[in-house]
Nanobody, 120 residues
Framework: QVQLVESGGGLVQPGGSLRLSCAASGIIFSIDSMGWYRQAPGKERELVAN???????KYADSVQGRFTISRDGAKNTVYLQMNSLKPEDTAVYYC??????????????WGQGTQVTVSS
């Protein structure tokens, strides 16, 4: 069974940095993309950054130049380096991956979410 396990959230002051990690576990045949979404209280979930296996990386305008997404293909892991954090970046961050398990169908998987709070 495939699972996405996130780590790295926490409390940080404005201007600080955090690094989120998300590892896909289980027997995986192929990964189409890995990325990050976030949901702030009272708001809809929104794309933060997405990195397809083939194609261009996409960032939300609000994080362009401050956040960097990267992947380790050997570890089926995606990272989100967040710099120059602002209070408006406060949200629950969710990892997402579109992948095909070794025994199963292509599907969009979600992590459990990790809280990021930017506050002084």
């Amino acid at each position: 069974q495939v699972q996405l396990v996130e780590s790295g959230g926490g409390l940080v002051q404005p201007g600080g940095s955090l690094r989120l990690s998300c590892a896909a576990s289980g027997i995986i045949f192929s990964i189409d993309s890995m990325g990050w979404y976030r949901q702030a209280p009272g708001k809809e979930r929104e794309l933060v950054a997405n990195m397809p296996t083939s194609g261009s990386t996409k960032y939300a305008d609000s994080v362009q130049g401050r956040f960097t997404i990267s992947r380790d293909g050997a570890k089926n892991t995606v990272y989100l380096q967040m710099n120059s954090l602002k209070p408006e970046d406060t949200a629950v961050y969710y990892c997402n991956s579109i992948l095909t398990p070794r025994y199963g169908r292509r599907f969009s998987y979600w992590g459990q979410g990790t809280q990021v709070t930017v506050s002084s």
